[in-house]
């Protein structure tokens, strides 16, 4: 999908800042779109109560620009998006102005594209939703309502109506089975079979990124690597004294003082020297005391204003006496930040994700370096929907979710990690895990705040 101009332009902005990643700089010893942050305390964040305007604003620009082009894409002349309060489809809650947090009873949402290709958004509740919907019918009960959808249903006369269900894509199968019988028991004759899974669309919904969201993402990915930065440093960490427990907690209860949910408990674990790790363990970590000389890793994942993140970045704690990173170690790094290159240079539109995967795998092994992928989209959920990059559990490729291509204003977690021996630490492996939000612009590959390229360093 071509960009549209608000979008190209945030794309040309960010990339004045961050050097786009080219076959020439990935040769280089400094890699691409490296970015230190220090503090949180260098973002903003709003109130809850200030986050509702812009939430709107962003959810009517994706309602009015966004949707009427993916509904024409998958084919659909109607969409039903149909909930229970407190049994929501998870779609639900990124079709609804704020505040909100529930459906109210049973809470009916229609999109009719009409012939000139606009969109109407109904709602078909007992409590009017306001805009950006049209309230269809309002009041009464229960039977009445599913009448009245039954009724608007034969009225605008879709020829495909979507709904959620889906095999293989939980985000896509939201309508339960009591809501699709009752939807069925309504329909006008002949109108069952006219309906379809809107797999596709809730899928390229849930994806793809407005040029408004795209804005704000940057700052939002910020504000995580900031607390990260905070986390790995002499400001929490006392060696020999601090745990990676006490890291982990500082991070969550860092984002709670800032209002900021988060989707994962955060984990920070250590590798350090004598304790084993070999080339085939997918992971590599112990939890315990933090000691000089450790290697500390984290991955923490937050929503704000919608949009999530995931983030894992790697620190040194450095024994008495030492004023560098161990040569080793910024080598090992280095060749994560290499692998990520061989990674986002097989983004092109179009391709599967387990096209994607395989073409990374080879070149890392042409490359002779150790690597596990596994890469997923980022948006209104963590492990958001799109083309699946591998699984850190399943290094293979994927049958369903793999199968998915690639699209343009997509944003992705840059997921993975490699094995590099070190040899100050008498040739064991320690294992470099990195992952980083990053936008596909149809083109290019561009970190949104920007990516890790040093060490964070506990002084």
Request: aromatic letters at 8%; charged letters at 20%.
């Amino acid at each position: 999908m071509p960009l549209p101009i608000r979008s190209t332009l945030f794309a040309a902005t960010l990339l004045a800042l961050v050097p786009t990643l080219s076959a020439a700089a990935a040769s280089t010893t400094t890699p691409a779109q490296g970015r230190v942050i220090d503090s949180a305390d260098d973002f903003a964040v709003l109130a809850p109560r200030a986050r509702i305007e812009p939430e709107n604003r962003m959810l009517t620009e994706r309602i009015e620009t966004l949707l009427p082009k993916l509904m024409a894409e998958a084919e659909l002349d109607m969409w039903l998006v149909l909930n229970r309060e407190y049994a929501e489809d998870p779609v639900y809650f990124t079709l609804v102005p704020q505040p909100s947090f529930a459906a109210r009873r049973t809470t009916m949402l229609v999109f009719h594209r009409k012939p000139d290709g606009t969109v109407e958004r109904l709602a078909v509740n007992r409590y009017p939703l306001g805009a950006p919907y049209e309230s269809a019918w309002s009041g009464g009960n229960l039977d009445e309502q599913w009448a009245a959808l039954g009724k608007l249903i034969g009225e605008k006369g879709p020829k495909r109506i979507g709904i959620n269900v889906s095999r293989h894509w939980p985000v896509a199968d939201g309508l339960t089975a009591g809501l699709d019988k009752r939807l069925r028991d309504v329909l006008p004759d002949g109108f069952e079979e006219r309906l379809v899974p809107a797999e596709n669309l809730v899928i390229r919904w849930l994806e793809t990124r407005s040029p408004g969201e795209l804005e704000a993402y940057p700052h939002i990915m910020g504000i995580a690597r900031g607390v990260i930065a905070e986390a790995f440093s002499a400001r929490v960490i006392t060696p020999g004294v601090t745990t990676t427990d006490d890291v982990r907690w500082y991070i969550r209860e860092r984002f709670e003082s800032m209002g900021l949910p988060i989707w994962f408990m955060p984990d920070v674990n250590l590798q350090r020297k004598g304790l084993a790790c070999d080339a085939e363990n997918p992971f590599c970590g112990e939890s315990g005391v933090i000691r000089p000389g450790d290697v500390l890793h984290t991955d923490v994942g937050i929503c704000y204003l919608k949009l999530c993140t995931d983030t894992q970045e790697m620190a040194y704690v450095p024994k008495p006496g030492e004023t560098d990173v161990p040569a080793g170690l910024v080598r090992a790094l280095a060749t994560g930040n290499r692998w990520q290159d061989l990674l986002t240079t097989q983004f092109v539109a179009g391709r599967t994700g387990n096209d994607i995967l395989q073409r990374t795998r080879d070149a890392a092994a042409k490359a002779d370096i150790i690597s596990n992928t596994y890469t997923h989209p980022l948006g209104f959920f963590g492990h958001a929907p799109g083309p699946t990059i591998g699984m850190w559990d399943n290094p293979g490729l994927n049958a369903d979710t793999g199968e998915w291509p690639l699209h343009a204003n997509t944003v992705y977690a840059i997921e993975g990690n490699i094995a590099q021996a070190v040899p100050e630490w008498g040739g064991q492996w320690v294992r470099i895990k990195l992952e980083q939000g990053a936008l596909f612009d149809g083109e290019r590959v561009i970190y949104l705040a920007g990516r890790q390229t040093q060490w964070h360093v506990v002084r």
